[in-house]
C-alpha cells in the first residue's frame, strides 16, 4: 500500500519499541517475491551529486522520467539513489514531496528504488545551494559526502540527523514502491583525496549503529543493509574489521560491492553465502578493472544476487573516467574505454552488446543464464 506523504500524517509516528533485525527465513521470504533484481546506481545526466538532483531549484522530473524509461526498456527493475541529510534540513516537506515524485515516475517504469541514506565518499565538506561545474577530465568531481566531516564530528548535529533518518524512512516506511534503505554506503571509506579527515571512521561506526537503531524504530517494511565493500575474507569473523562486523550482524539482507574479476566476484558471493540471507551486489562494473557485464552479470543472475552497477547515463558526474583521474586529470573528453556508464548522453548505448545481455538476462527465469546467441 502506497503511503500517503504529503498531508499532516506525513510525519509518521515512530512506534515506541524498534522493530527487530529480520531473521533469515524473513529476509529470504521477502527476497522470494522479488524479481531478478537488477539496475544501476542512479543520478541524473543532468546532477553533479545528491544535492543537485533533489533541490527544488535543479529537480528535473522530465529528465529522469526519459532515463529511467531507458531502464525498462532494458529490463532494469531497481535503481540506488542517493538522498542527503542536509535536503531533509533545507526543506522536509519539499523534499518529501520530491521523493514521492520520483517514486510516481519509478513505478511508472516499474523500477524499485533502494534509497541511500548516508554516504562516507568524495567530499567531506557537503554545502547547500548551487552545486560547481565538472572539473574536466575528472572522475565524480562534485560528489559529497552526508553526512559531511564536520556535523559528525558536532555532537549537538545528532538530534538533526536523527530526525533526518526517521522523517525520511518513517513517511514511507509502508511504500510498497520502495525495494529497501541501504543506511551507509561504504562507511569506512576514508576518501584519501580529501586531507583533514583523522579519526572519521569511529565517528562513522558510531552514528552507523545509531542509524540502524532509528531506523528500525520507524518500522520500516522494507529491509535495511550496508554493504561492505574492501578486504579479502568476509566470511570469517576474525578477519572481519569492526565496522565490517557491524554492517553484517545488523542488515536484513547483505550487501556488498566489487569491482574485480569474475572469479574474485564468484568468490565473494561465496564468502556472504555464510550469513544465509539474500545478497545484493550493489556497486560492480569498471571495465578497465574488470568488472565487466559481461563477466560479472551472469554469475549474479546464476546465484540470484541482485546486480546494481555503477553509472547509467553519461553526464556531470563523469564516471566514464577512471578512478585515477583524480591523481591526473584525462586530457581526452573521451577515455579509451568507458570506465563506468551504460548509457551516452543521448541515450544510445555505450555498447549495444551490453544492454542486449541485461535485457535477456532479465527476461529469463530466476537462476537461469540463456545460451549466447550464435
Known amino acids: 500500500m502506497v503511503s500517503a506523504v504529503l498531508g499532516a500524517t506525513a510525519m509518521t509516528a515512530i512506534p515506541a519499541q524498534a522493530r527487530p533485525q529480520w531473521t533469515p527465513a524473513e529476509a529470504k521470504a521477502w527476497y522470494a517475491k522479488q524479481p531478478w533484481l537488477v539496475g544501476s546506481n542512479y543520478a541524473p545526466a543532468n546532477s553533479i551529486n545528491q544535492l543537485e538532483m533533489w533541490q527544488e531549484a535543479t529537480w528535473d522530473p522530465k529528465r529522469i522520467d526519459y532515463e529511467l524509461g531507458l531502464a525498462e526498456n532494458i529490463g532494469m527493475n531497481t535503481m540506488r539513489v542517493f538522498l542527503h541529510d542536509q535536503l531533509w534540513q533545507q526543506d522536509p516537506e519539499g523534499f518529501k514531496k520530491r521523493i514521492n515524485e520520483f517514486l510516481a515516475?519509478?513505478?511508472?517504469?516499474?523500477?524499485?528504488?533502494?534509497?541511500?541514506?548516508f554516504d562516507s565518499c568524495w567530499d567531506p565538506n557537503p554545502v547547500l545551494g548551487p552545486q560547481h561545474p565538472p572539473i574536466p577530465g575528472v572522475h565524480n568531481s562534485g560528489w559529497v559526502q552526508a553526512p559531511g566531516l564536520p556535523a559528525m564530528r558536532d555532537p549537538s548535529q545528532e538530534p538533526r540527523l536523527k530526525a533526518y533518518v526517521q522523517g525520511v524512512i518513517g513517511a514511507f516506511a509502508k511504500d510498497d514502491r520502495i525495494l529497501g534503505w541501504d543506511l551507509w554506503n561504504e562507511p569506512d571509506n576514508g576518501a584519501d583525496q580529501y586531507k583533514g579527515q583523522e579519526g572519521k571512521e569511529p565517528l562513522v561506526r558510531a552514528l552507523l549503529a545509531k542509524t540502524y537503531d532509528w531506523a528500525r524504530a520507524a518500522d520500516?517494511?522494507?529491509?535495511?543493509t550496508s554493504g561492505v565493500w574492501q578486504h579479502d575474507d568476509w566470511a570469517t569473523d576474525a578477519k572481519l574489521s569492526p565496522m565490517e562486523k557491524l554492517q553484517l550482524s545488523q542488515s536484513d539482507v547483505i550487501s556488498f560491492h566489487d569491482y574485480n574479476w569474475p572469479e574474485t566476484f564468484q568468490g565473494r558471493v561465496n564468502q556472504l553465502k555464510v550469513y544465509g540471507r539474500p545478497i545484493l551486489c550493489t556497486e560492480f562494473m569498471a571495465r578497465g578493472n574488470g568488472s565487466t557485464?559481461?563477466?560479472s552479470l551472469p554469475i549474479g543472475k546464476r546465484e540470484n544476487v541482485a546486480m546494481i552497477n555503477w553509472g547509467f547515463v553519461d553526464g556531470k558526474t563523469q564516471t566514464r573516467m577512471p578512478w585515477d583521474s583524480w591523481k591526473k586529470p584525462y586530457t581526452m573528453d573521451e577515455p579509451t574505454i568507458w570506465f563506468h556508464e551504460v548509457f551516452r548522453n543521448d541515450g544510445t548505448p555505450y555498447r549495444q552488446a551490453e544492454v542486449d545481455l541485461i535485457r535477456s538476462l532479465a527476461k529469463a527465469p530466476k537462476g537461469v543464464v540463456p545460451a549466447a546467441k550464435k
Open 105 to 117: 515516475i519509478a513505478a511508472k517504469h516499474k523500477i524499485k528504488p533502494l534509497f541511500v541514506l
Open 220 to 224: 520500516p517494511s522494507q529491509p535495511l
Open 293 to 295: 557485464f559481461d563477466g
